[in-house]
């Protein structure tokens, strides 16, 4: 069974900063890709940012340059650095990773319970 388990989410004020951690365990043979999703009340999920194994990234344009990715594959972890918070940034943060369970097998996504982050102005 895999599980994927955020932390990191917390009440802060705007224009400061918080690290959000994934970490993925159970039976896992290889993750290909990881990112983060974000969901406000009222929205639709959004991606935020996406990491492959080999470190390429991407953000969505409403992140760049405030926001950083980064995973330890040796640990099957990802990190997201989010700097200069805005209160449009106030959504619960969902860990995804795709991934396989054994040599040859199909990679399916999972999904983690997400962790809240909340920015007050």
């Known amino acids: 069974q895999v599980q994927l388990v955020e932390s990191g989410g917390d009440l802060v004020q705007a224009g400061g900063s918080l690290r959000l951690s994934c970490i993925a365990s159970?039976?896992?043979?290889?993750?290909?890709?990881m990112g983060w999703y974000r969901q406000a009340p009222g929205k639709q999920r959004e991606l935020v940012t996406t990491i492959t194994s080999g470190g390429y990234t991407d953000y969505a344009d409403s992140v760049k340059g405030r926001f950083t990715v980064s995973r330890d594959n040796a640990k099957n972890a990802m990190y997201l650095q989010m700097s200069s918070l805005k209160p449009e940034d106030t959504a619960v943060y969902y860990c995804?990773?795709?991934?396989?369970?054994?040599?040859?097998?199909?990679?399916?996504?999972?999904w983690g319970r997400g962790t809240q982050v909340t920015v007050s102005s």
């Open positions: 995804t990773a795709h991934l396989n369970t054994y040599l040859g097998g199909p990679y399916s996504r999972y």
């Open positions: 159970g039976s896992i043979f290889s993750i290909s890709s």
